[in-house]
């Protein structure tokens, strides 16, 4: 497993729950980071859209008399922001509003919504709810495709092949695992890809998925490094992915990364979330 590194965040210290409201408790890394990995250059414009849709699953506050009051929430970061928002000082900073008194719900979310634009740089929108499940996931699934895997990272591009016939399709995999880049800890989810181009070969892209088992990287910059890669080596004139993480700490991310012109999908929950 890829070493844990240092970091100056909450994430990996034994961090006591705050008593009382704090903002400052958000912590932001800067997107470029992740991104110059991936050779974007800085200032240039990105190659996708996108954005990072959080789903708050512990959201609680007292009333004006002191009662407590609970609720989920959904957050939507765009992916054009300078900063991504750390998971754990996230979920620091949604425990340090436990004690805090409002006059409504609505206050609630104009304040979180306003912390949270400050700290990613760009504007965060908050609605109080969770999607819809789903009942079934859209395309095909390539999960049962007979490979062998004798290496699990890094992920390798050359394994994305895509040749032949043009076609449309979407294609799912259960299988993506990666790990945090400070704490080592697994991350789990779902990953979605659209495309309309070459047709990539299912199980080259299954085993280059298999690659991150071992990888560490944050959720926003794995799917940021998918979505590159697939563009890079596969060719497709349009293209879509999207993660929809496992919850941990009572919030789940869910980063989709798209060609510019694609609508962005329907918001939903998958059996696992």
């Not at 708050?56 to 939507?76: I, M, N």
């Not at 990613?120 to 929108?125: I, L, S």
């Amino acid at each position: 497993m890829s070493a844990p590194s240092e970091h100056p965040s909450p994430l990996g210290r034994d961090v006591a729950y705050p008593a009382r409201y704090a903002p400052d408790l958000l912590y932001a890394i800067p997107r470029s980071l992740g991104r110059n990995a991936l050779k974007l250059p800085p200032g240039a414009s990105l190659p996708f859209v996108g954005h990072d849709r959080w789903q708050a699953y512990e959201l609680s506050w007292l009333d004006a008399r002191g009662k407590p009051q609970v609720a989920t929430a959904t957050f939507c970061v765009p992916a054009d922001s300078p900063c991504l928002i750390e998971s754990k000082s996230l979920k620091l900073y949604l425990n340090s509003l436990n004690f805090e008194r409002f006059s409504d719900a609505a206050t609630v979310g104009e304040r979180i919504a306003a912390d949270l634009s400050t700290a990613a740089g760009a504007t965060v929108t908050l609605a109080f709810g969770l999607p819809a499940q789903e009942a079934a996931t859209a395309g095909d699934c390539i999960d049962g495709q007979a490979i062998t895997v004798d290496c699990f990272g890094p992920p390798d591009p050359a394994l994305l092949v895509a040749t032949g016939e043009i076609v449309k399709e979407t294609l799912h995999s259960g299988l993506l695992k990666s790990n945090c880049p400070v704490t080592g800890q697994p991350d789990w989810a779902d990953l979605s890809l659209h495309y309309h181009g070459p047709r990539i070969d299912h199980a080259g892209l299954l085993r280059y998925l298999v690659g991150f088992r071992d990888h560490a990287e944050f959720h926003e910059q794995c799917v940021e490094r998918i979505f590159i890669d697939v563009l890079t080596h596969c060719g497709p004139s349009a293209l879509a992915v999207e993660a929809r993480y496992t919850r941990r700490g009572g919030l789940d991310i869910n980063p989709w990364r798209a060609t510019p012109g694609l609508p962005p999908p329907p918001a939903r929950r998958t059996l696992r979330q």
